[in-house]
């Protein structure tokens, strides 16, 4: 397996512009999750998807942020409009349920991230 | 909620050095505990992860952590760290649920 893949790898956009950034968890995996890693807070769980369904999105800063799973292989995260404090490294990450019975705890697999600058 | 604890912001080392990062959370019950490691520029991959069991734990390329229930730690070990092991490394415990809660991270400068 190719692993978690997300894109781009960097984006640079100005203030107020629409941000997209896009996830494809690992096949067969039914969590996904996204995280946002800066130098201040260190990494933050944003949102996770339970087979495509949120399951908790209280780590969502504000309404400018929203993420969708469509189907089992694809979510996004947007930002709209973006701000320069959005500026981080975001990641998404996905695990098995099933592993807990295999290995006894859930790993998270991680994907290389998006490095965003908001200018 | 959870928390985790991650003593050292930075921590610098010479090669051969032995290396022990410290990691305490905070949960009264049944927790999962983990360490990853990101290196620059990369994402982050697990080192080694505890659930039940043996509380000493064997990870990859040397490394070892031991948890100890009763003061809530999961201190992760490397004997002899090499230069290669510059990086930065994330405490994160799960407690019972699929979400994780990490630490602030450690980040390791070794020197050759």
């Known amino acids: 397996d190719a692993g978690v893949i997300q894109s781009p790898r960097h984006e640079v956009t100005e203030m107020g512009q629409e941000v997209t950034l896009r996830c494809k968890p690992i096949?067969?995996?039914?969590?996904l999750f996204w995280y946002r890693q800066t130098m201040m807070r260190g990494l933050e769980l944003l949102i996770y998807?339970?087979?495509?369904?949120?399951?908790?999105d209280s780590g969502m800063p504000e309404d400018r942020f929203s993420a969708k799973m469509p189907n089992a292989s694809f979510s996004t995260l947007k930002i709209q409009p973006s701000e320069p404090r959005d500026s981080a490294v975001y990641f998404c990450?996905?695990?098995?349920?099933?592993?807990?019975?295999?290995?006894?705890?859930?790993?998270?697999?991680f994907g290389p991230g998006t490095r965003l600058l908001v200018l | 909620a959870q928390s985790v604890s991650q003593h050292n912001h930075h921590v610098i080392l010479s090669e051969a050095a032995s290396l022990e990062l410290g990691c305490n959370y905070s949960?009264?019950?049944?927790?999962?505990l983990f360490w990853y490691v990101q290196y620059p520029g990369q994402h982050l991959q697990l080192l080694l992860k505890y659930f039940s069991g043996d509380p000493l734990v064997k990870g990859i390329k040397g490394f070892e952590a031991e948890f100890i229930k009763s003061k809530f730690s999961f201190n992760l070990r490397k004997p002899s760290v090499q230069w290669s092991d510059t990086a930065e490394y994330f405490c994160?415990?799960?407690?019972?649920?699929?979400?994780?809660?990490f630490g602030k991270g450690t980040m390791l400068l070794v020197s050759p």
């Open positions: 949960y009264g019950g049944t927790v999962n």
């Open positions: 096949s067969g995996h039914d969590y």
């Open positions: 990450a996905s695990s098995l349920s099933q592993e807990v019975g295999l290995t006894g705890a859930e790993t998270q697999y």
């Open positions: 994160a415990v799960n407690a019972g649920y699929s979400t994780l809660t």
């Open positions: 998807f339970n087979n495509n369904v949120p399951i908790d």
